[in-house]
């Protein structure tokens, strides 16, 4: 999976000493999408993969590939964004589709001498009393 977003803060390092007695290290990121209702992701980078977070700055656009992976640990789940790739965005993505224009159905307008002609008692019919009927 990919995903194009402003890199926002780089945390702290961590690092330890596995069951296996073998060190790791981990460092995660967080990343802003850019859509119109933009989402937060943070995720890590392992071992030898920690390079590639150097070579990004704060706020550059970035494409991260990562994979999901969730994990079971006395009866609750985890769930991990392993980033396998972090590089500059070389392109912009695509901001979302604005909702089209209102674009009346085509033809003519109507004008007066198409429009059918008003009985004389229909204009009494309507009386203004000051006030707004409105429910809301």
């Keep these: 999976m990919e995903i194009i977003g402003k890199l926002l803060m780089k945390l702290p390092l961590q690092s330890g000493i596995g069951r296996t007695g073998n060190s790791w290290q981990k460092q995660e990121f967080v990343i ?54 972090i590089e500059p965005a070389t392109e912009a993505p ?19 001498d198409t429009l059918p002609p008003m009985a004389s008692d229909d204009l009494d019919t309507f009386t203004d009393n000051g006030g707004d009927d409105l429910p809301f």
């Design 32 to 85: 802003e999408t850019i859509e119109q209702y933009p989402k937060k992701v943070c995720a890590n980078l392992w071992g030898d993969k920690l390079d590639m977070l150097d070579t990004v700055n704060i706020g550059d656009t970035v494409k991260v590939s990562f994979s999901i992976e969730s994990r079971e640990f006395n009866g609750k789940w985890y769930t991990d964004v392993k980033a396998w790739k």
């Design 94 to 112: 695509a901001q979302p589709a604005a909702a089209p224009a209102y674009q009346p159905a085509a033809g003519p307008a109507p004008s007066a």
